[in-house]
């Protein structure tokens, strides 16, 4: 097949276009490399934000146009794919429908169904918007809110997803939001991750190696505020033992040079399921202290492994989880070992490709 992967998030797109290729697709990715992150891509379509920005990125945009079309496949990382307003997006997207044979929506992050489903139907016990009945007001939930629910965001995610041939998810929440809506053409695949297979010690000495990746601008957002403060209070409680490594909005490559040094990764506080940065983490025999619900490991029909700390969303919490494993050094080596496996066994770029792969093929006939 001749795929198109518009957008990118956290290195999904790029990922994925490496396990299609092994299997003999055509694949080009489109995408600003996700921002400062800087991931790969075969055309590279970043907005510069400056007086005359938007305008060399339209044009930039307009002479692509002719290479987007006649593709097998084109899946959107989100309804908001290209840096332009969601009343813009429109024209692309209908564009891309019609010059092309099938069109798959990413269900991999924030969008209109998942904040929705979050503020209004609350079918988690705690998500980026809400902890039980009550909602979050944080200034970026807000915001998010305000910036989604009555907008022509709203309208375009709404259009897309019931227009789309079908809707890939990455993680078990954002299944839930899009399943209740289309159960017909919504799935769930895990994300992709490339692995290196590390080898893993029976033994384990100190200190313990804690990786906190900060991002400014969504820090109370996603609860890094709150993971921080009980990884300084643990390396209070333990300076012997403890090392903390943190590090703010670097490009991935360097990202990955600190995390890669450390045991633990503290990540995504009110999320039930790692996403890309704790799987990538995982990959390398990194502890996951985060996002590990038993919802998690239903979706995805694994009964054994259990590598993820999951922390609920309190400081004592995370506290108490490290707490646990800087007292008892000698499940380190262990969880570090079903880490590596339970990503082999659910992640393995190539495996997921392949049902990326089975599920283009299938809507292909139902759609």
């Keep these: 097949m001749n795929i198109l992967l518009l957008g990118e998030y956290s290195n999904v797109h790029a990922t994925l276009a490496e396990g299609l290729r092994t ?143 079908g809707i890939i998810t990455g993680l078990y929440e954002y299944w839930v939001c899009y399943n209740q809506a289309f159960p017909k053409k919504t799935t769930f695949i895990p994300f992709p991750i490339k692995q290196e297979f590390p080898s893993i010690t029976d033994s384990f000495t100190y200190p313990v190696r804690i990786f906190i990746g900060i991002n400014k601008a969504r820090n109370e957002y996603k609860g890094t505020d709150i993971m921080l403060r009980a990884a300084m209070d643990i390396k209070d409680k333990y300076p012997d033992k403890v090392e903390i490594i943190r590090t703010e909005s670097v490009p991935f490559n360097e990202y990955k040079k600190l995390m890669n040094s450390s045991d633990i990764i503290l990540d995504q506080l009110y999320s039930y399921t790692p996403a890309m940065n704790a799987l990538l983490a995982m990959s390398k025999g990194i502890i996951v202290v985060g996002g590990g619900e038993k919802e998690n490991y239903d979706i995805i029909n694994e009964k054994e492994l259990r590598p993820i700390v999951n922390a609920t969303p309190d400081q004592d919490s995370v506290f108490k989880c490290l707490e646990q494993l800087v007292t008892h050094p000698e499940t380190i080596p262990l969880l570090k070992k079903q880490s590596v496996e339970y990503i082999r066994k659910h992640h393995d770029y190539i495996k997921v490709a392949r049902q990326y792969e089975e599920f283009y093929k299938t809507k292909k006939e139902l759609c």
């Design 23 to 165: 299997q003999g697709h055509h694949v080009t990715v489109v995408s600003n490399g996700d921002f400062w992150k800087n991931y790969p891509r075969d055309i590279s379509l970043v907005r510069n934000y400056s007086i005359f920005g938007g305008v060399r990125y339209m044009a930039k945009l307009y002479s692509i146009l002719p290479r987007l079309r006649g593709y097998d496949v084109v899946q959107l990382i989100n309804p908001m794919f290209l840096e332009i307003k969601a009343e813009r997006i429109f024209g692309i997207y209908k564009y891309l429908r019609k010059h092309n044979r099938r069109v798959f929506l990413g269900g991999y992050g924030m969008d209109w169904y998942w904040v929705n489903t979050c503020v209004n139907d609350k079918p988690l016990r705690y998500s980026d918007f809400n902890f039980g009945n009550e909602l979050r007001n944080d200034v970026n939930a807000m915001k998010e809110r305000a910036d989604w629910m009555g907008t022509a965001k709203e309208k375009l995610n709404r259009y897309i997803a019931k227009d789309c041939d």
